[in-house]
Structure formats: structure tokens, C-alpha cells
């Protein structure tokens, strides 16, 4: 065998397998290997979308957290502010009862004063005709003097 046509030979059978390979063998390889590619690009992408999305949420959960902290703030002052008010109504209705509470007792003590000057001037009026019998040594006829005594009583 000559060296030549040998050459020739594995030249061609290289050549041959060669163009199999590249026909047949590496399609499927570039093919598995462009997917695997796309697979983890794919991957990375959704690993960022992913994290994007998180840090989306958690500044949508710091912001819902914060808007509840003042909804809950501005309840508990709106609830302050009632219950101030209510102190005030009941301040306020306390301190009403308290002056109708006095001007019942100033009216009571009125009247009490009143029938006490009256019981007085009948008292007066009593001891005058009584003193006045006692001058006289007559009896003074209390009807027939009414209005006398009546200008007495009024007068004292």
C-alpha cells in the first residue's frame, strides 16, 4: 500500500465522518446546548422579575403598612377627640344639673324665708293685739279690726 493513496483514504473517511458529524451529530448538540442557553437566560430573567416583584411588593407592603398606621393614628385621635368631647358634654351637663341643683335650693331657701317672714309678721301681728289687749284691758275683736291688723302685718 502505498502511503499516498492511504492518506487519501482516511483523508476521504475523515472527511466523510466529518460531514456526518457536522450533518447529523452536531445539530442535535448546538441544538441541546442553544436550549440549555435559553433555559438559563430564561432563569435569570425570572430570577430578576422575580426580585423586581419582591422589592415591588415589599414597598407595596411598607406603604399599605404605613397608610394602616395612619388610618390607625387618625382613629385614635378622632376617638380622643370624642371622648374629650363627652368629657366636655358631661363637664358641661354636670355643670347645668349643678346650677339647677342651686337655683332650687335658692328658690326653696326664697320660699322658706318668705314663709318664715310670714310666720313672723303673724307671730308680731299675735303679740301686738295681745300687747295691745293688755294696754287696753279690752279685747280687741280681731274681725272687726282685720284691715287694721292687716296694715300692721304689712307694715312689719
Request: with cysteine.
Amino acid at each position: 500500500m502505498n502511503i499516498n493513496l492511504t492518506l487519501i483514504g482516511q483523508s476521504i473517511a475523515f472527511a466523510i465522518f466529518v460531514w456526518f458529524c457536522v450533518k447529523y451529530v452536531w445539530p442535535p448538540i448546538t441544538a441541546a446546548m442553544e436550549a440549555r442557553q435559553k433555559k438559563i437566560a430564561d432563569g435569570l430573567s425570572a430570577a430578576d422579575r422575580a426580585s423586581l416583584d419582591l422589592e415591588l411588593a415589599q414597598e407595596k407592603a411598607t406603604k399599605e403598612l404605613q397608610k394602616a398606621k395612619e388610618e390607625a393614628a387618625a382613629l385614635i385621635d378622632q376617638a380622643n377627640k370624642r371622648a374629650a368631647q363627652i368629657v366636655e358634654a358631661s363637664k358641661e351637663d354636670a355643670r347645668k344639673e349643678g346650677e339647677k341643683l342651686i337655683e332650687q335650693a335658692r328658690a326653696e331657701i326664697q320660699q322658706e324665708r318668705v314663709q318664715a317672714r310670714d310666720a313672723l309678721r303673724a307671730e308680731v301681728a299675735t303679740l301686738a293685739v295681745a300687747g295691745a289687749e293688755k294696754i287696753l284691758e279690752t279685747s280687741v275683736d280681731a274681725k272687726a279690726h282685720s284691715e287694721m291688723l292687716e296694715k300692721l302685718a304689712a307694715e312689719l
